[in-house]
C-alpha cells in the first residue's frame, strides 16, 4: 500500500470541510472529476503537483497534508543528513522534503532520486507554481514541454511547473537533485 492511500482520506475530508463537492474541486483546481475521485480515492496515485495544488487552494501546509502532522517551527528549521521527511508518493521518484518542519512555507524544497529508465517509460506531469532544480549527481534528462534538457552536475534549471515535464536519470545511473517548487 503507497503513501497515496494514506493521504486519500485526507484529500476527501479536507475537501468535505470546506463544503466543495468533486466536481467544484476539480473546477477549481483545473483537472478531470475521475482524477479528483481517484486521489481521493487511494486507486490513483497522487502527484506531488496536484498536493502543492490542494494545499495551496485550501490554505493548509503540505506537511500537514502528506502527513497528517502539524509543523511547528518559524523562526529556522535545520534537516540533518539524511533526515528529510520520505514522501514516497510516487515509484519513479524519491522525494524527501526538506522544509518540513517549517511552518508557513512558502516555498517546497526537495531532495529527489530519479532512476535511469527508457525514454519511453517517462511520465509527464504539470501543476501549477514554479520550479527550480540544481543537479548534485548523476545526468538528468528533463523533459520540458517535449524538449529534452540534459543537465550535468552543478547545472541548473528554472521553469514554470504547468509546462508538461518529466525526468530520468542517464548512463545507467539514478539522479539527485535539489528540486525547489514555489
Do not use: N
Not at 525514454?119 to 514541454?145: K, N, V, W
Amino acid at each position: 500500500m503507497g503513501q497515496y492511500k494514506e493521504i486519500a482520506p485526507r484529500l476527501t475530508g479536507l475537501r468535505e470541510s470546506i463544503g466543495w463537492t468533486v466536481r467544484e474541486m476539480a473546477e477549481l483546481l483545473r483537472v478531470d472529476e475521475t482524477t479528483v475521485a481517484g486521489y481521493e480515492t487511494g486507486t490513483m496515485e497522487i502527484p506531488v503537483g496536484y498536493l502543492l495544488d490542494v494545499s495551496r487552494l485550501c490554505r493548509v501546509d503540505l506537511t500537514t497534508l502528506i502527513s497528517g502532522r502539524e509543523p511547528h517551527l518559524k523562526s529556522h528549521a535545520l534537516v540533518r543528513k539524511g533526515e528529510g521527511f520520505a514522501v514516497d508518493r510516487r515509484k519513479d521518484y524519491d522525494y524527501k522534503s526538506l522544509g518540513y518542519k517549517f511552518a508557513g512555507r512558502q516555498m517546497e524544497p526537495f531532495l529527489i532520486t530519479v532512476p535511469p529508465k527508457s525514454g519511453e517509460a517517462m511520465t509527464e506531469t504539470s501543476h501549477h507554481g514554479q520550479e527550480f532544480i540544481y543537479l548534485l549527481e548523476g545526468r538528468l534528462e528533463l523533459r520540458l514541454g517535449g524538449e529534452p534538457l540534459i543537465l550535468e552536475p552543478g547545472d541548473s534549471v528554472y521553469f514554470d511547473s504547468s509546462t508538461p515535464h518529466a525526468m530520468r536519470g542517464l548512463d545507467g545511473r539514478e539522479a539527485r537533485f535539489i528540486d525547489v517548487i514555489l
